[in-house]
Protein backbone atom coordinates (compact mmCIF):
# COMPACT_ATOMS: atom_id res chain seq x y z
CA UNK A 1 0.00 0.00 0.00
CA UNK A 2 1.60 3.43 -1.02
CA UNK A 3 1.24 5.57 2.00
CA UNK A 4 2.96 9.27 2.14
CA UNK A 5 3.33 10.48 6.17
CA UNK A 6 4.23 14.10 6.47
CA UNK A 7 6.00 15.53 9.54
CA UNK A 8 7.59 18.28 10.87
CA UNK A 9 4.80 20.95 10.99
CA UNK A 10 4.16 23.61 13.69
CA UNK A 11 3.81 26.77 15.02
CA UNK A 12 6.53 29.35 13.82
CA UNK A 13 7.32 33.05 14.70
CA UNK A 14 7.84 35.07 11.59
CA UNK A 15 11.43 34.78 10.57
CA UNK A 16 11.76 31.74 11.49
CA UNK A 17 12.46 28.01 9.98
CA UNK A 18 11.07 24.74 9.77
CA UNK A 19 11.88 21.53 7.68
CA UNK A 20 9.61 19.09 6.51
CA UNK A 21 9.75 15.47 6.01
CA UNK A 22 7.38 13.14 3.68
CA UNK A 23 8.49 9.69 4.54
CA UNK A 24 7.24 7.10 1.58
CA UNK A 25 6.66 3.40 1.85
CA UNK A 26 4.69 0.88 -0.36
CA UNK A 27 6.17 2.11 -3.88
CA UNK A 28 10.00 2.35 -5.12
CA UNK A 29 10.23 5.88 -4.37
CA UNK A 30 12.98 6.76 -6.35
CA UNK A 31 11.56 5.96 -9.67
CA UNK A 32 9.04 9.14 -8.95
CA UNK A 33 8.96 13.30 -8.77
CA UNK A 34 7.59 13.87 -5.60
CA UNK A 35 5.62 18.04 -5.28
CA UNK A 36 4.74 19.98 -1.98
CA UNK A 37 1.23 21.79 -2.70
CA UNK A 38 -0.17 23.72 0.22
CA UNK A 39 -3.01 25.11 1.31
CA UNK A 40 -4.14 27.57 3.60
CA UNK A 41 -6.84 27.42 6.16
CA UNK A 42 -10.22 27.43 4.37
CA UNK A 43 -8.52 28.14 1.00
CA UNK A 44 -7.57 26.15 -2.04
CA UNK A 45 -4.49 24.42 -3.63
CA UNK A 46 -1.29 26.00 -4.06
CA UNK A 47 1.37 24.15 -5.66
CA UNK A 48 4.99 25.09 -3.79
CA UNK A 49 7.73 23.04 -5.14
CA UNK A 50 8.80 19.98 -6.97
CA UNK A 51 11.90 17.72 -7.78
CA UNK A 52 12.55 15.54 -9.54
CA UNK A 53 13.27 11.52 -9.16
CA UNK A 54 17.16 11.59 -8.89
CA UNK A 55 17.15 14.76 -7.13
CA UNK A 56 19.07 16.93 -9.37
CA UNK A 57 15.98 19.45 -10.54
CA UNK A 58 13.83 21.09 -8.57
CA UNK A 59 11.40 23.84 -9.54
CA UNK A 60 9.59 26.39 -6.88
CA UNK A 61 6.93 29.43 -6.98
CA UNK A 62 7.71 32.60 -7.01
CA UNK A 63 6.30 33.27 -3.60
CA UNK A 64 8.70 30.73 -2.28
CA UNK A 65 11.44 31.16 -4.36
CA UNK A 66 15.04 31.41 -2.02
CA UNK A 67 13.18 30.78 0.72
CA UNK A 68 12.00 27.38 0.53
CA UNK A 69 14.65 24.11 -0.55
CA UNK A 70 13.40 21.02 -1.80
CA UNK A 71 15.43 17.75 -1.45
CA UNK A 72 15.09 13.99 -1.22
CA UNK A 73 17.10 11.10 0.55
CA UNK A 74 16.55 7.95 -1.55
CA UNK A 75 18.02 5.70 0.33
CA UNK A 76 16.03 7.09 2.89
CA UNK A 77 12.68 7.38 0.82
CA UNK A 78 11.88 10.61 2.21
CA UNK A 79 11.12 14.04 0.65
CA UNK A 80 11.91 17.44 2.37
CA UNK A 81 11.14 20.75 2.44
CA UNK A 82 13.31 23.18 4.07
CA UNK A 83 11.80 26.80 4.64
CA UNK A 84 13.81 29.79 5.83
CA UNK A 85 12.46 33.00 6.47
CA UNK A 86 8.86 31.97 7.29
CA UNK A 87 6.07 34.53 6.90
CA UNK A 88 2.41 34.94 8.15
CA UNK A 89 1.49 33.60 4.43
CA UNK A 90 3.18 30.60 4.25
CA UNK A 91 0.29 29.55 7.20
CA UNK A 92 -0.95 26.43 5.62
CA UNK A 93 -0.99 22.71 5.58
CA UNK A 94 1.44 21.19 3.50
CA UNK A 95 1.01 18.25 1.28
CA UNK A 96 3.31 15.93 -0.33
CA UNK A 97 1.98 14.31 -3.64
CA UNK A 98 3.53 11.83 -5.82
CA UNK A 99 4.08 12.55 -9.09
CA UNK A 100 2.92 11.12 -12.88
CA UNK A 101 2.43 14.34 -13.37
CA UNK A 102 -1.05 14.00 -11.90
CA UNK A 103 -0.56 13.60 -8.35
CA UNK A 104 -2.24 10.04 -7.65
CA UNK A 105 -1.33 10.07 -3.90
CA UNK A 106 -1.20 12.78 -0.96
CA UNK A 107 0.11 12.58 2.33
CA UNK A 108 -2.19 13.53 5.16
CA UNK A 109 -1.18 17.06 5.38
CA UNK A 110 1.45 18.63 8.36
CA UNK A 111 0.01 21.96 9.65
CA UNK A 112 2.55 25.27 9.41
CA UNK A 113 1.61 28.06 11.33
CA UNK A 114 3.69 31.01 11.43
CA UNK A 115 2.32 33.13 13.74
CA UNK A 116 4.25 36.05 16.65
CA UNK B 1 1.46 31.56 -15.43
CA UNK B 2 -1.65 29.30 -16.49
CA UNK B 3 -4.71 30.60 -14.98
CA UNK B 4 -7.48 27.61 -14.73
CA UNK B 5 -10.89 29.64 -13.50
CA UNK B 6 -14.15 26.95 -12.25
CA UNK B 7 -17.37 27.44 -12.78
CA UNK B 8 -19.69 27.58 -10.78
CA UNK B 9 -18.14 28.30 -7.29
CA UNK B 10 -21.00 26.59 -5.58
CA UNK B 11 -23.59 23.94 -6.43
CA UNK B 12 -26.46 22.64 -4.09
CA UNK B 13 -27.62 19.25 -5.43
CA UNK B 14 -29.96 16.93 -5.01
CA UNK B 15 -29.45 13.60 -5.47
CA UNK B 16 -29.16 11.16 -8.14
CA UNK B 17 -29.31 14.51 -10.32
CA UNK B 18 -26.25 15.08 -13.09
CA UNK B 19 -23.09 18.03 -11.61
CA UNK B 20 -21.08 19.38 -14.67
CA UNK B 21 -18.16 21.45 -13.66
CA UNK B 22 -16.17 23.46 -15.89
CA UNK B 23 -12.35 24.41 -15.83
CA UNK B 24 -10.78 26.85 -18.05
CA UNK B 25 -7.43 27.82 -18.80
CA UNK B 26 -5.44 31.23 -19.76
CA UNK B 27 -3.87 29.60 -22.63
CA UNK B 28 -3.91 26.22 -24.19
CA UNK B 29 -3.08 23.07 -22.27
CA UNK B 30 -3.78 20.53 -24.75
CA UNK B 31 -4.70 17.55 -22.20
CA UNK B 32 -2.48 17.98 -19.44
CA UNK B 33 -5.58 18.98 -16.97
CA UNK B 34 -6.28 16.97 -13.60
CA UNK B 35 -9.42 16.67 -11.64
CA UNK B 36 -9.15 15.75 -7.50
CA UNK B 37 -11.94 15.73 -5.02
CA UNK B 38 -11.55 16.79 -1.41
CA UNK B 39 -13.86 16.67 0.90
CA UNK B 40 -13.40 18.28 4.50
CA UNK B 41 -10.52 17.75 6.61
CA UNK B 42 -8.91 15.17 4.24
CA UNK B 43 -6.67 15.08 1.70
CA UNK B 44 -7.27 15.48 -2.22
CA UNK B 45 -7.70 12.66 -4.10
CA UNK B 46 -7.39 12.28 -8.24
CA UNK B 47 -10.81 11.65 -10.12
CA UNK B 48 -9.70 12.10 -13.38
CA UNK B 49 -6.30 12.39 -15.16
CA UNK B 50 -5.53 13.95 -18.39
CA UNK B 51 -8.81 15.44 -19.22
CA UNK B 52 -10.95 11.99 -19.42
CA UNK B 53 -8.50 9.06 -18.25
CA UNK B 54 -10.42 7.61 -15.32
CA UNK B 55 -8.75 6.22 -12.09
CA UNK B 56 -8.99 2.87 -10.68
CA UNK B 57 -11.09 2.85 -7.60
CA UNK B 58 -12.87 6.09 -8.97
CA UNK B 59 -16.76 5.58 -9.71
CA UNK B 60 -17.82 5.30 -13.20
CA UNK B 61 -20.57 8.21 -12.65
CA UNK B 62 -17.48 10.30 -12.45
CA UNK B 63 -16.14 11.39 -15.98
CA UNK B 64 -14.11 14.28 -17.58
CA UNK B 65 -14.00 15.77 -21.34
CA UNK B 66 -12.38 18.49 -23.17
CA UNK B 67 -9.01 19.71 -24.72
CA UNK B 68 -6.74 23.09 -25.10
CA UNK B 69 -8.79 25.52 -22.80
CA UNK B 70 -12.08 24.41 -21.98
CA UNK B 71 -12.58 21.27 -19.49
CA UNK B 72 -15.73 19.63 -18.22
CA UNK B 73 -16.11 17.36 -15.14
CA UNK B 74 -19.39 15.57 -15.18
CA UNK B 75 -20.98 13.82 -11.76
CA UNK B 76 -23.41 11.64 -13.10
CA UNK B 77 -26.37 10.66 -10.77
CA UNK B 78 -25.41 12.51 -7.59
CA UNK B 79 -24.59 10.59 -4.47
CA UNK B 80 -24.04 11.76 -0.86
CA UNK B 81 -20.88 10.92 -0.65
CA UNK B 82 -20.12 13.05 -3.20
CA UNK B 83 -20.55 16.60 -0.82
CA UNK B 84 -16.84 17.80 -1.36
CA UNK B 85 -14.47 20.82 -3.36
CA UNK B 86 -13.43 19.73 -6.65
CA UNK B 87 -10.31 21.14 -8.26
CA UNK B 88 -9.05 21.18 -11.45
CA UNK B 89 -5.19 21.52 -11.95
CA UNK B 90 -2.65 21.66 -14.73
CA UNK B 91 0.78 20.30 -15.46
CA UNK B 92 1.40 21.36 -18.57
CA UNK B 93 3.37 24.29 -17.65
CA UNK B 94 5.56 25.91 -14.58
CA UNK B 95 4.41 27.28 -12.21
CA UNK B 96 1.78 24.34 -12.16
CA UNK B 97 -1.57 25.54 -10.74
CA UNK B 98 -4.77 24.69 -9.50
CA UNK B 99 -8.49 26.23 -10.14
CA UNK B 100 -10.19 27.77 -7.29
CA UNK B 101 -12.01 25.40 -6.58
CA UNK B 102 -16.19 24.45 -6.88
CA UNK B 103 -17.62 23.15 -3.97
CA UNK B 104 -20.75 20.51 -4.16
CA UNK B 105 -23.51 20.83 -1.35
CA UNK B 106 -26.08 17.94 -1.25
CA UNK B 107 -29.85 19.21 -0.83
Known amino acids: EVQLVESGGGLVQPGGSLRLSCAASGFTFSNYWMHWVRQAPGKGLVWVSR????????SYADSVKGRFTISRDNAKNTLYLQMNSLRAEDTAVYYC?????????WGQGTLVTVSS | EIVLTQSPDFQSVTPKEKVTITCRAS??????LHWYQQKPDQSPKLLIK???QSISGVPSRFSGSGSGTDFTLTINSLEAEDAAAYYCHQSSSLPFTFGPGTKVDIK
Open chain 2, 27 to 32: QSIGSS
Open chain 2, 50 to 52: YAS
Open chain 1, 51 to 58: INSDGSST
Open chain 1, 97 to 105: ARSLTAYDY
